[in-house]
C-alpha cells in the first residue's frame, strides 16, 4: 500500500497562483498518477495527470494554466495551478498507480490521498 499526502491548497484571490504537493511513502518514478478535484454539489473529475513515461493529460477547463510535474527523486508529484479562477474551487485529490490509459477515470487508480482544499474568491 501506498500512502499519499497532499499540501499546498489555501485560499487565493481570483488570478493568483497556488502549487499543490503530494508526496508519496513509495517510489513514484515508474507511475502514472493524477490529480482530481471535487466541487461544491460537484463530480469528482479529473484535472490533469502524468504518464509513467512522462506524457501529461489535462483538462480542457484547466489547459495553459495548469502544470504537472514529478519529482522522482523526493517521491512528490505537483500541480502548479497559474491564472485561478472560482470555479476552480474545491478539494483537490492525489491519486496513483494507475491501471490502465484513462487517466481521467477515478476507477483507474489505486491509492489516494485524504485531499487538500483549494478556495478561489472573486
Known amino acids: 500500500r501506498v500512502e499519499l499526502v497532499e499540501s499546498g491548497g489555501g485560499s487565493v484571490q481570483a488570478g493568483g497562483s497556488l502549487t499543490l504537493s503530494c508526496t508519496a511513502s513509495?517510489?513514484?518514478?515508474?507511475?502514472?498518477m493524477g490529480w482530481f478535484r471535487q466541487g461544491s454539489e460537484k463530480e469528482l473529475e479529473g484535472v490533469a495527470a502524468?504518464?509513467?513515461?512522462?506524457?501529461?493529460n489535462y483538462a480542457d477547463s484547466v489547459k495553459d494554466r495548469f502544470t504537472v510535474s514529478k519529482d522522482n527523486v523526493n517521491n512528490i508529484f505537483y500541480l502548479h495551478m497559474e491564472n485561478l479562477k472560482p470555479e476552480d474551487t474545491g478539494m483537490y485529490y492525489c491519486?496513483?498507480?494507475?491501471?490502465?490509459?484513462?487517466?481521467?477515470?477515478?476507477?483507474?487508480?489505486?491509492?489516494w490521498g485524504q485531499g487538500t482544499q483549494v478556495t478561489v474568491t472573486s
Open positions: 491519486a496513483s498507480w494507475r491501471r490502465d490509459a484513462k487517466w481521467a477515470n477515478k476507477d483507474s487508480y489505486m491509492f
Open positions: 502524468i504518464a509513467g513515461g512522462g506524457g501529461h
Open positions: 513509495g517510489s513514484i518514478a515508474r507511475h502514472a
